[in-house]
């Protein structure tokens, strides 16, 4: 008998979620956007996250919320059409730092779409061939030494990163070493202030429930906060683990923390720079060396907003960005940080997070000054420049668009401009 004997969509899996589930869709949403399109892979993502679906299921749900291969979607789409969304992702670089796959990568976070790598080269070698010219590496490289790590959240490692403290923005992170995935980017006052550096290590530790086996940091004075934590964390909640036998925290060199040092590199030639080239546009209208400056609080509640903004969505992208594999590193590649981190053991890897009292990391997060520690102006003030701003009802702020934002809020934000 012919026709469809499953109309309904559900395969051999008695719990299959229902084709409208939402939940589903927007991981396969995620997933696509993340270029994650091996069904096998798809279903065991879905697994751990508690829901069951043949690769076939994969299939047909991908196809029906319209999520396309590279090489369908750039068939798809008018070539004026292609075009339109290379360049909007150029026009975020003007230094030209960002290859094609970069490129790539921006179209498919911002747009859920996936061009082909030809076209977007062929594309962008018709709007910038110099661009080509410029991201030929020629810097001089130090000497790095293999990382060996045992799993997810056997090590982290943080750091901070000063290439936009000079304009007033310096900004500290954290990785997992295992898998490469960013754990945390913030923006903030001053990432030499122990306190904060603590604040943000305890955030992390409740953000993910536990803490690592160990964590890294360079010997700053800074990080001797998150050396006491680690510490007492551990021995509080891993007595197991000697700490005279394992150190729950060393210190290293800064060139020598290989992960955060190559972090920060991609992050300052593929988004750092191109900020400073933003901020110079509106130097005519605000001067960050006149002590005379009146308007200071609203470029510190208008910039660090969107640096931060921007950096989730950086996380975000370089979190999803497929790592090429590489058969002489010792460390997994061939798939995404996130891919790697839910699916660990697919890729040899043992979780080693060590689960703490979350009631204490909230505790001691009050103690140590709470989220102003990482606010540029006080809560009175961010609440009226929010309110400000969304009278403005602009539809999204942008490095394009802030110098904008800023004259329009300032009169509201101060009557007597």
Same mark, same amino acid.
């Given at each position: 008998?012919?026709?469809?004997?499953?109309?309904?969509?559900?395969?051999?899996?008695?719990?299959?979620?229902?084709?409208?589930?939402?939940?589903?869709?927007?991981?396969?949403?995620?997933?696509?956007?993340?270029?994650?399109?091996?069904?096998?892979?798809?279903?065991?993502?879905?697994?751990?996250?508690?829901?069951?679906?043949?690769?076939?299921?994969?299939?047909? !749900?991908?196809?029906?919320?319209?999520?396309?291969?590279?090489?369908?979607?750039?068939?798809?789409?008018?070539?004026?059409?292609?075009?339109?969304?290379?360049?909007?992702?150029?026009?975020?670089?003007?230094?030209?730092?960002?290859?094609?796959?970069?490129?790539?990568?921006?179209?498919?976070?911002?747009?859920?779409?996936?061009?082909?790598?030809?076209?977007?080269?062929?594309?962008?070698?018709?709007?910038?061939?110099?661009?080509?010219?410029?991201?030929?590496?020629?810097?001089?490289?130090?000497?790095?030494?293999?990382?060996?790590?045992?799993?997810?959240?056997?090590?982290?490692?943080?750091?901070?990163?000063?290439?936009?403290?000079?304009?007033?923005?310096?900004?500290?992170?954290?990785?997992?070493?295992?898998?490469?995935?960013?754990?945390?980017?913030?923006?903030?006052?001053?990432? !030499?202030?122990?306190?904060?550096?603590?604040?943000?290590?305890?955030?992390?530790?409740?953000?993910?429930?536990?803490?690592?086996?160990?964590?890294?940091?360079?010997?700053?004075?800074?990080?001797?906060?998150?050396?006491?934590?680690?510490?007492?964390?551990?021995?509080?909640?891993?007595?197991?683990?000697?700490?005279?036998?394992?150190?729950?925290?060393?210190?290293?060199?800064?060139?020598?923390?290989?992960?955060?040092?190559?972090?920060?590199?991609?992050?300052?030639?593929?988004?750092?720079?191109?900020?400073?080239?933003?901020?110079?546009?509106?130097?005519?209208?605000?001067?960050?060396?006149?002590? !005379?400056?009146?308007?200071?609080?609203?470029?510190?509640?208008?910039?660090?907003?969107?640096?931060?903004?921007?950096?989730?969505?950086?996380?975000?992208?370089?979190?999803?960005?497929?790592?090429?594999?590489?058969?002489?590193?010792?460390?997994?590649?061939?798939?995404?940080?996130?891919?790697?981190?839910?699916?660990?053991?697919?890729?040899?890897?043992?979780?080693?997070?060590?689960?703490?009292?979350?009631?204490?990391?909230?505790?001691?997060?009050?103690?140590?000054?709470?989220?102003?520690?990482?606010?540029?102006?006080?809560?009175?003030?961010?609440?009226?420049?929010?309110?400000?701003?969304?009278?403005?009802?602009?539809?999204?702020?942008?490095?394009?668009?802030?110098?904008?934002?800023?004259?329009?809020?300032?009169?509201?934000?101060?009557?007597?401009?």
């Amino acid at each position: 008998m012919g026709g469809n004997n499953n109309p309904d969509g559900k395969n051999q899996f008695s719990n299959c979620p229902a084709k409208d589930d939402k939940k589903v869709e927007e991981l396969l949403r995620q997933y696509h956007q993340e270029g994650i399109s091996n069904r096998r892979t798809i279903s065991a993502m879905l697994r751990e996250e508690g829901i069951i679906m043949g690769e076939k299921t994969v299939d047909r !749900r991908r196809k029906a919320f319209g999520l396309f291969s590279s090489g369908l979607q750039t068939k798809l789409l008018h070539e004026s059409e292609r075009r339109q969304l290379i360049v909007d992702q150029m026009a975020k670089d003007p230094t030209s730092r960002q290859g094609p796959m970069t490129v790539k990568e921006g179209v498919a976070y911002d747009n859920g779409i996936h061009l082909t790598r030809a076209v977007i080269i062929n594309e962008m070698r018709a709007l910038d061939p110099k661009g080509f010219e410029i991201r030929d590496p020629t810097a001089k490289k130090v000497h790095r030494v293999p990382v060996v790590c045992l799993g997810p959240n056997h090590k982290w490692t943080g750091d901070g990163h000063d290439k936009l403290a000079e304009i007033g923005f310096p900004i500290w992170g954290m990785r997992d070493v295992w898998s490469g995935k960013w754990l945390g980017l913030w923006v903030v006052p001053s990432n !030499r202030y122990k306190v904060t550096v603590a604040y943000l290590y305890l955030c992390l530790v409740e953000t993910y429930g536990g803490i690592p086996i160990q964590s890294t940091t360079d010997c700053g004075s800074e990080t001797t906060r998150v050396y006491g934590f680690a510490n007492a964390l551990r021995e509080a909640f891993a007595p197991e683990l000697p700490i005279s036998e394992l150190p729950a925290h060393r210190f290293l060199k800064s060139i020598h923390n290989t992960p955060m040092e190559r972090g920060w590199l991609r992050l300052r030639l593929q988004w750092g720079d191109n900020v400073k080239v933003f901020w110079e546009a509106g130097a005519h209208l605000y001067n960050s060396d006149d002590p !005379r400056q009146r308007y200071v609080e609203l470029v510190h509640w208008l910039w660090p907003t969107l640096i931060q903004k921007e950096l989730d969505y950086l996380r975000k992208r370089l979190n999803g960005h497929k790592i090429r594999y590489d058969k002489n590193k010792i460390l997994p590649s061939g798939a995404s940080p996130n891919t790697m981190m839910k699916l660990h053991t697919r890729y040899g890897g043992e979780d080693g997070l060590i689960p703490v009292d979350l009631g204490l990391i909230g505790q001691l997060k009050e103690e140590l000054g709470g989220p102003g520690l990482t606010q540029f102006v006080d809560t009175p003030y961010a609440e009226r420049a929010l309110e400000v701003f969304q009278s403005l009802n602009v539809e999204k702020l942008t490095f394009q668009n802030v110098w904008e934002v800023y004259k329009a809020m300032m009169p509201l934000m101060y009557p007597t401009y």
